[in-house]
């Protein structure tokens, strides 16, 4: 198949692009910086920089990943706007890609996240769950209802509302590894904040279901199905590398700190994937001991 990819890249895109070009695949990937990513990418690769740039290409299939990154830096004004920018764009000039082609492809499979459901406390949160309105919901509620303008065209889309991506070389894992080996690790604020999270190879298979399983659309949610609170990942993260993990980093310091963008590292919501589970996905890391001692072993 032609799969046209966005954000192929990136810390998902990479293994995701290296899985469909072992498949035999054809990749086409929109980056603004094709030269380096070419580099990062399997041979053959067609990037280009925009999206438009595929019109004479017949694409089959889209995956679409790219956006700035949520959780760096404090949400300025300019920040928040780049954060749906780097998304609304580039989806809106993937629907208009569809509408343009003569065939359009069968199917989009998008991102989107957790946040969509924003601060759910500690009730059990499956995709039917309604939003808390807050920014990073209007962030992924704006995202996803751009890409499902691509029904209008014929398109499948399904949209994925994704945990916190966990692998050894990126995302925030990479992050905490040093101050938790350094003994610096600690709870967030009460800790008792919910994060769901999932295998990057988890996701990466996720994703080729989604490809793959024609009869399935709509909002999935893309955690593994045991969530755990701050404090049972930071002891399990702790555990796993046989250090202490006893400095929590209390909440105020945290809104001084990042401002409204410490809610995401304060609050949460226990996201079940309800609707992958029915479809018939199997996890292959469905616990956070699991998914870390692979992790952990990898070099
Ligand atoms: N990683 C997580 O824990 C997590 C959790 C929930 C949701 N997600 C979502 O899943 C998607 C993939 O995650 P990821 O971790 O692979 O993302 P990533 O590595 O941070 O970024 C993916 C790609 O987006 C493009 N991009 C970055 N900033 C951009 C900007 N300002 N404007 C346009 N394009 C930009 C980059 O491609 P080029 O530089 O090649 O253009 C980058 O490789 C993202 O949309 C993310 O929001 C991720």
């Not at 580099?39 to 053959?44: H, K, S, T, V, Y």
Request: aromatic share 6%; glycine share 8%; net charge neutral.
């Amino acid at each position: 198949m032609r799969i046209l990819i966005t954000g192929g890249s990136g810390f998902v895109g990479k293994p995701l692009c290296a899985r469909l070009h072992e498949r035999g695949h054809e990749l086409l990937v929109v980056s603004r910086n094709p030269e380096r990513a070419r580099g990062a990418l399997p041979p053959r690769t067609n990037v280009r920089p925009s999206v438009a740039d595929f019109v004479d290409s017949q694409p089959e299939a889209i995956i679409n990943l790219a956006g700035e990154s949520i959780a760096e830096g404090r949400w300025t004004e300019a920040k928040k706007q780049r954060l749906l920018d780097s998304r609304l764009t580039i989806t809106q000039a993937l629907v208009d890609l569809c509408g343009q082609l003569e065939t359009p492809p069968k199917v989009m499979v998008s991102a989107s996240a957790m946040g969509y459901y924003g601060d759910q406390g500690d009730r059990e949160v499956t995709e039917e769950t309604p939003p808390n309105p807050e920014f990073v919901h209007e962030l992924c509620a704006r995202w996803e209802e751009t890409a499902r303008q691509a029904e209008s065209h014929g398109v499948r889309v399904a949209l994925m509302r994704i945990g916190l991506v966990l692998d050894r070389d990126g995302g925030t894992l990479a992050k905490l590894l040093t101050p938790f080996r350094l003994g610096l690790g600690g709870p967030l604020g009460s800790g008792k904040q919910y994060m769901p999270w999932i295998h990057r190879t988890d996701l990466v298979r996720i994703i080729l279901f989604l490809l793959d399983q024609e009869a399935l659309a709509g909002p999935f949610n893309a955690g593994a199905p045991e969530p755990v609170t701050n404090a049972e990942f930071t002891r399990t993260l702790a555990r796993h590398l046989h250090r202490p993990a006893f400095l929590p980093a209390p909440a105020p310091a945290l809104r001084l700190a990042f401002g409204e963008m410490s809610r995401i590292l304060l609050t949460g919501a226990r996201m079940r994937p309800q609707r992958l589970q029915e479809a018939g996905f199997t996890f292959e890391y469905p616990t956070l001991d699991e998914a870390l001692s692979e992790i952990l072993r990898k070099r």
